[in-house]
């Protein structure tokens, strides 16, 4: 699986966009990419993944690059609960039974009031 | 509420003691997992099992056992607990066609 760099921390206004960038620059054509986040104490939880479009959902939208080697998770009006470790994380395919995932060190996003 | 358990929440106990978590789901997924974050907050896989058979074995010492009774459990049992051994130890489940995967709320072991 590619690695994946993601800023160690990023700070938010409550009610503003918060943009968190991922780096996967040797991601290859059957990788995708996942986002997750751990709310402090808890397990962590699925938002989002793409393996070359743009995606959107209830919860945030993810822009990939048009070369892959990047993207950004879009949280539209952050709002305090919305602190939490962000994973970024490249894997081959979307399912199978082998699937497992590699979690990095993350981005602490710390929404602000 | 439809969800993945696990029990203890908190396991506090000597080193060289046997213990186990418990997990359980009840979302009809037919793949679980066992995760380990360290104190460092690394989190690594360690277990995986689909349909009650073993699919991932990472680098875990054979004093980790997991056991499947059923397609909805997946349980830990962890002998002779070393100090090392301390950390949050994570449930998941998926269906196997999706990449989704549901994580417990934890179970925090600590050896003493």
């Known amino acids: 699986d590619a690695k994946t760099t993601q800023p160690p921390s990023m700070d938010c206004a409550e009610g503003r966009a918060a943009n968190l960038p991922c780096n996967h620059s040797?991601?290859?054509?059957?990788?995708?990419v996942y986002w997750y986040r751990q709310i402090h104490s808890q397990g962590p939880q699925y938002i989002i993944h793409?393996?070359?479009n743009n995606e959107t959902n209830e919860m945030a939208s993810l822009i990939i690059t048009e070369d892959r080697k990047s993207s950004t998770l879009i949280l539209p009006h952050a709002t305090l609960r919305d602190t939490a470790v962000y994973y970024c994380?490249?894997?081959?395919?979307?399912?199978?039974?082998?699937?497992?995932?590699?979690f990095g060190k993350g981005t602490l996003l710390t929404v602000n009031p | 509420d439809t969800a993945v358990s696990q029990t203890p929440k908190y396991l506090v106990t000597q080193m060289g003691n046997d213990k186990s978590i418990k997990c359980e789901q009840n979302l009809g997924h037919d793949t679980m997992y066992w995760y380990k974050q360290d104190s460092k907050k690394f989190l690594k896989i360690m277990f995986s099992y689909n349909n009650k058979e073993l699919i991932i074995n990472e680098t875990v010492p054979n004093r980790f056992s997991p056991k499947s009774p059923d397609k909805a459990h997946l349980n830990l049992h962890i002998n002779s607990l070393e100090l090392g051994d301390s950390a949050v130890y994570f449930c998941?489940?998926?269906?196997?066609?999706?990449?989704?995967?549901?994580f417990g709320p934890g179970t925090r072991l600590t050896v003493l």
């Open positions: 994380i490249v894997r081959e395919g979307s399912g199978g039974s082998n699937y497992k995932l590699t």
């Open positions: 040797t991601i290859s054509g059957n990788e995708y």
């Open positions: 998941a489940s998926r269906y196997m066609r999706d990449p989704e995967q549901f």
């Open positions: 793409g393996l070359k």
